[in-house]
């Protein structure tokens, strides 16, 4: 049979004490066959020392019956992983863990057997209770195949795989894995799953994982790490082409290590898997890359020439002197080195198992407290990527506003036509707007959309990929002074067009579903932590109200 699973033992344990009853008085008088007075009293006598027996705790009971010979077993219960004792030697719990876990194997009976034991179909293999499969495994395939993941049953198109855990307690059917379930299983886990048959000719190709029945484990990590390394280079050798002092570069150069860093973590990661999405891995690194392009599109700008005479100024890309590019870069590094930080921490934080001290030592933290705070920390993760959605946003919309500037001048140069029928073909207008220094808000933005003087695009209109319109709104011939040119009604629609469907490519209402969409995922974190935090507490108290 079974053990905790077939029919119970012969000898009964008292649930209150977790001990076999002793030899008392009441069963010394219930075999003496003394009179029925005789019993009353022994009976009597019994209960007193059933209610005596009660009083003793179960942990009382239970640190009572553990061994005392082998002194790794004294108090083992002081070492659980976590405390400092666990830290400087974990050798007494985890031998008591030994002690006390029986492997399943063990517990299987042969007249427990299932008839066809000996050559199971794999929908048979798979029904069996996890004691017997353990068993099977170890009855028919040898230790060094079930290490290395080489645990088949059934042939041909009829088969299912078959991983041994790591704790040997429990198997993994490798057909009924999902994707998430796979990235749960330990690195030694994954290492068996990666040389087991079916995953890599049926699970692989079906979730899009490495390794698959065309490349093994030692070629999938190659593979992998290839492509984080030549994202590595592409962002260590961008260029920098309108701010080439070495200033500016010392200054990038130092900024891009935010990326860098954590594309060289991902990196770092990769022979602590034994299994690779590389979907997953590419959508990770564009994350950063895209992050990484947006600021190097705000870094390297022009700057532009604010000269005397109109006609002489020339890269304009915004009407502020590129103040708010400046200040959209700034706030998109420093988010990206809080992202780096919080990424270093969590990974510090789950290599020691704890909370690094400045002394170097580390406190030591239960799984709910290690969740609350991963759960935190990702919650503070989306905190930055919000900042840095609502300052595109921010960005968005000052560029919106340059745009809807520009089209009220063109539509009060549009105004100034009066005449209709043949003779509307000769009128002409210049833009009728009067423009003065070159620091002034709408001096600045038409020449921003002014062919000579505009330097686009500005990183919004990179982002969204739109092409600035402009217009050859001023002269800037060697013998011109900056006059304004005169033009046609069609012409100065066809402007307005185009401007108009350039605004309609500026819309924000992606970029605000997007931040809506961080902030409830942020909101989501802290309520996982919360309600992560408050079970173990009400676990905590029920535990200690049975040991009371």
Do not use: C
């Amino acid at each position: 049979m079974i053990n905790g699973v077939g029919s119970g033992s012969s000898t009964t344990v008292d649930p209150d004490t977790l001990a076999p009853p002793k030899d008392n008085d009441t069963a010394k008088a219930a075999s003496s066959g003394a009179g029925d007075g005789a019993q009353e009293k022994a009976t009597e006598q019994g209960s007193a020392l059933q209610a005596a027996e009660t009083q003793t705790s179960v942990w009382d009971s239970f640190l009572s019956n553990l061994p005392e010979a082998d002194p790794d077993y004294e108090n083992p219960l002081l070492s659980i992983p976590g405390t400092t004792d666990y830290a400087s030697d974990p050798s007494k719990y985890n031998a008591y863990v030994a002690s006390v876990l029986v492997d399943p194997a063990d517990t299987v009976a042969d007249e427990d057997l299932p008839a066809n034991y000996n050559n199971p179909s794999p929908q048979e293999f798979v029904s069996w209770h996890p004691a017997v499969q353990l068993r099977y495994l170890r009855d028919h395939f040898s230790d060094a195949d079930i290490q290395a993941g080489n645990t088949v049953i059934g042939s041909g198109s009829n088969q299912v795989g078959v991983i041994r855990s790591d704790d040997k307690r429990s198997v993994t059917i490798v057909n009924e894995l999902t994707k998430s379930r796979i990235f749960q299983l330990t690195k030694s886990e994954q290492e068996r799953l990666a040389n087991n048959s079916v995953f890599k000719t049926r699970i692989a190709p079906l979730l899009d994982l490495l390794p698959n029945a065309d490349t093994d484990l030692a070629s999938s990590r190659a593979v992998i790490t290839k492509q984080i390394n030549d994202e590595i280079n592409d962002v260590k050798n961008k260029a920098l082409t309108n701010k080439t002092e070495s200033k500016d570069q010392d200054k990038f150069n130092a900024d891009k290590q935010a990326y860098i860093k954590q594309l060289e973590m991902l990196r770092d990661n990769v022979p602590k898997s034994g299994i690779y999405a590389p979907s997953d891995l590419g959508a990770e690194m564009q994350e950063i890359v895209k992050r990484f392009e947006r600021a190097h599109a705000y870094f390297d700008v022009k700057l532009p020439n604010r000269h005397g005479t109109l006609k002489l100024a020339d890269d304009f890309i915004t009407p502020d002197n590129n103040a708010s590019i400046d200040r959209g870069y700034a706030v998109f590094i420093e988010q990206e080195q809080r992202i780096l930080a919080i990424k270093q921490a969590e990974q510090q934080m789950l290599s020691a198992g704890g909370i690094t001290n400045s002394d170097g030592t580390i406190s030591r933290l239960d799984l709910p407290t290690l969740v609350a705070l991963i759960q935190n920390q990702a919650s503070l993760k989306q905190q930055a990527i919000i900042t840095m959605r609502t300052e595109q946003l921010t960005q968005l919309n000052q560029l919106s506003q340059v745009y809807a500037e520009m089209q009220r001048i063109v539509n009060e140069t549009l105004k100034a036509f009066k005449k209709t029928g043949k003779d509307a073909d000769g009128e002409v207008w210049k833009l009728q707007q009067s423009l003065g220094s070159s620091s002034s808000y709408t001096t600045a933005v038409v020449l921003m959309f002014e062919d000579w003087a505009s330097a686009g695009p500005h990183p919004v209109e990179k982002e969204y990929s739109i092409t600035r319109p402009t217009h050859d709104i001023l002269s800037n011939s060697p013998s011109g002074s900056g006059n304004r040119n005169e033009f046609k009604r069609t012409q100065w629609e066809r402007f307005s067009t185009q401007l108009s469907d350039a605004v309609t490519l500026l819309n924000p209402q992606l970029l605000t579903n997007d931040i809506n969409q961080d902030n409830r995922e942020q909101n989501r974190s802290y309520e996982q932590a919360t309600g992560t935090v408050r079970r173990s507490f009400d676990l905590n108290i029920q535990i200690a109200r049975g040991f009371s």
